[in-house]
């Protein structure tokens, strides 16, 4: 590759360095990332079979209770509606 001159304001010619091979360069990133992604993994903490059964119960438990809410407001809001056709037709 070729050298880059460079003059500043007093005409003075400095010489930069040519790029470093983006090749060799790549190469040393990936082992860095694989390295971070290694070190990352060591850090993750895994919840014991107790943990995992506890939240999918609340899960279970939560959804059925929602459940039971909305179905309660769609029979009001019908019985509601359909009283409202009914004094009206």
């Given at each position: 590759?070729?050298?880059?001159?460079?003059?500043?304001?007093?005409?003075?010619?400095?010489?930069?360095?040519?790029?470093?091979?983006?090749?060799?360069?790549?190469?040393?990133?990936?082992?860095?990332?694989?390295?971070?992604?290694?070190?990352?993994?060591?850090?993750?903490?895994?919840?014991t079979r107790?943990?995992?059964?506890?939240?999918?119960?609340?899960?279970?438990?939560?959804?059925?209770?929602?459940?039971?809410?909305?179905?309660?407001?769609?029979?009001?809001?019908?019985?509601?509606?359909?009283?409202?056709i009914g004094?009206?037709?």
């Amino acid at each position: 590759m070729e050298e880059n001159n460079i003059t500043n304001q007093t005409n003075e010619v400095k010489q930069t360095k040519p790029a470093p091979q983006a090749k060799a360069k790549k190469k040393d990133n990936d082992k860095d990332t694989f390295a971070d992604y290694k070190a990352e993994f060591k850090k993750i903490v895994w919840p014991t079979r107790i943990e995992v059964v506890k939240k999918t119960a609340t899960v279970i438990v939560t959804s059925f209770i929602i459940g039971v809410i909305i179905f309660c407001m769609d029979t009001v809001f019908t019985a509601g509606y359909s009283a409202i056709i009914g004094l009206l037709g």
